[in-house]
């Protein structure tokens, strides 16, 4: 015999069927975006002479100019000049096993601030020994700085099965349409 459910039942089964719609949507809808961060995503980039000297000068411009193309919104520029608080952009090494790469927000006054305060700047640093420990590609190395500029633009690892740079770990893609999604509602199209 085939039981019905009662008017009260059938009331909480369509609010957690649209809840779990609701929830599904808006864990596709963008990825996690910090809630502070700069006031505009048009900033300059410094590249330290270490950059030059392991041989990233062109993942950080790829990275830059993967970003730049999200969004009309974006413009990482590069300069040659630490004046006026660009984000300063190192290659180094580190002890620390699997650091691939970390960005550190600042503000005016050359204080180090959370992903949820306002800051003026921030550096962004890539472990080339760490890379090279993985076995990383080219498209690798490329992928990893994406991911750290990202960072800069207030984007956060998001949690998704979709594809995104800003996922954790080693992967070879650029900016995704999951991370698009997320610059744009950050900073307009």
């Known amino acids: 015999m085939k039981q019905l459910l009662t008017p009260k039942k059938k009331i909480f089964f369509m609010i957690g069927i649209i809840s779990i719609i609701v929830i599904a949507y808006s864990s596709t809808s963008f990825a996690t975006i910090f809630a502070g961060g700069r006031s505009s995503a048009n900033f300059n980039a410094y590249y330290d002479s270490s950059v030059a000297i392991y041989g990233y000068s062109g993942a950080y411009d ?11 919104s974006v413009n990482i520029g590069k300069t040659t000049s630490t004046s006026g608080n660009p984000d300063k952009y190192y290659v180094g090494t580190t002890a620390t096993t699997g650091l691939l790469g970390v960005t550190t927000p600042y503000n005016s006054s050359g204080g180090v601030v959370g992903v949820s305060d306002t800051w003026a700047y921030a ?14 590609s080219g498209p690798e190395r490329i992928s990893n700085a994406t991911h750290e500029v990202g960072h800069t633009l207030s984007q956060a690892h998001p949690v998704t099965s979709q594809s995104s740079v800003m996922k954790q770990g080693i992967q070879s893609i650029g900016v995704q349409t999951w991370d698009k999604e997320s610059l744009i509602s950050k900073w307009g199209n």
């Open 62 to 72: 790829s990275a830059r100019a993967d970003w730049n193309a999200a969004s009309g």
């Open 123 to 136: 550096t962004v640093a890539i472990y080339d020994n760490q890379m090279n420990d993985y076995y990383m």
